[in-house]
């Protein structure tokens, strides 16, 4: 499915993105935006092995809340001088 192959490769730019933050944020920030990009591949997959469409929305629905809070990390990021805004921004739009 495309959206669950989308899903996994913002994640795993975020891995790499993140990998060059400082270590002193790698229980905090880091992980939190780790786990919230993460959590959108991982929401689709659930959802889709369920029985229902309306259980299947409804993970869509939290894959999607978790998109938007790997957006705020990442706009963090970028004010705290961790990303480049082009850097961050073109991740997910």
């Known amino acids: 499915m495309l959206v669950w192959q989308k899903g996994m490769d913002l994640a795993a730019e975020v891995y790499r993105l993140s990998r060059h933050w400082p270590k002193e ?24 092995g369920r029985q229902s469409r309306a259980s299947y929305a409804q993970f869509l629905t939290i894959a999607r809340g978790s998109l938007k809070e790997l957006e705020t990390h990442l706009l963090l990021a970028e004010r705290v001088d961790l990303a480049r805004p082009a850097t961050a921004r073109k991740r997910w739009h």
């Open 25 to 48: 944020e790698m229980y905090g920030f880091t992980s939190q935006a780790r786990r919230a990009a993460a959590s959108i591949p991982a929401n689709i997959a659930e959802g889709y």
